[in-house]
């Protein structure tokens, strides 16, 4: 889902040598669609946002303004995404400049007090640890230090599972803003697919697969639960084994239907 094609190179010229810079570009390369609204823009570039590819994004970005990826970009040439985009883009410039890098599918704890919003980050590996870091928000005042959160500020799907499991949140509290779609199914979907961001396949935050649909309904019992347990705990370690073959575990995989 990150690769960056051969054709695309010239766009990636001079790339930062540093993670925080390089995750510091991308807040000059996305736009979230209700920002776009205001500006105007043309109601077909709204397609944008069900990218899933980071060479599509990168093509698209290109299409719009032929500049290396290293020229901000005014909004209105900036590509039309979510969270998702900016944090896939972050990890896939890493990923290219050869940084280790994971994008992670959770929930910000800073966007309004007392809820866990859906939310996507990024992580690279610098002095042997990997650093947390929301590229979205960089350059804002949400959270005291964007590039580097402190713990709690973001929770993984499966953190959010754990934390839920142990009594230590209210699983109603957390969700999609401006959605009724609040709950332990919100979390549970959200752990699959920081499952599946670990083995690389960065998916949509609306994509759905496997139990997913089910869960949201309410339809899965308490083997599906444990079955998160499982997730919460593989996602949680650095067994990057452990990640993939649970991964290719029935039900976990993405299909190929949803895949570019």
């Given at each position: 889902m990150t690769t960056i094609s051969a054709t695309h190179a010239a766009g990636l010229d001079d790339l930062p040598a540093t993670g925080f810079e390089i995750c510091n570009l991308v807040r000059h390369l996305v736009i979230q669609p209700h920002d776009a609204q205001k500006l105007g823009i043309v109601e077909n570039r709204f397609a944008e946002n069900q990218l899933r590819s980071t060479d599509s994004i990168v093509g698209a970005l290109l299409a719009l303004n032929p500049a290396p990826l290293t020229v901000a970009r005014e909004p209105a040439q900036r590509v039309i995404g979510t969270c998702r985009h900016f944090a896939v883009l972050a990890g896939a410039l890493l990923r290219y400049r050869g940084i280790p890098a994971k994008v992670r599918c959770g929930f910000g704890t800073y966007f309004q007090a007392g809820k866990g919003l859906d939310h996507w980050v990024t992580e690279y590996r610098?002095?042997?640890r990997w650093v947390r870091i929301d590229p979205e928000t960089l350059g804002s005042s949400l959270v005291p230090n964007p590039g580097d959160l402190a713990e709690g500020e973001f929770l993984t799907g499966g953190e959010a599972w754990i934390a839920f499991r142990e009594g230590r949140i209210d699983a109603m509290q957390f969700g999609v803003p401006g959605t009724e779609n609040f709950g332990p199914g919100e979390i549970r979907g959200n752990a699959i697919r920081d499952l599946a961001c670990l083995n690389k396949v960065e998916m949509l935050?609306?994509?759905?697969?496997?139990?997913?649909?089910?869960?949201?309904?309410?339809?899965?019992?308490?083997?599906?639960?444990?079955?998160?347990?499982?997730i919460a705990t593989?996602?949680?370690g650095n067994d990057e084994d452990a990640a993939?073959?649970?991964?290719?575990?029935?039900?976990l995989t993405v299909p190929a239907s949803l895949l570019p």
């Open positions: 610098e002095n042997d935050p609306w994509d759905e697969w496997g139990r997913m649909t089910d869960s949201y309904q309410g339809k899965t019992g308490a083997d599906y639960d444990e079955l998160m347990d499982t593989v996602c949680a993939a073959n649970l991964y290719a575990a029935q039900d």
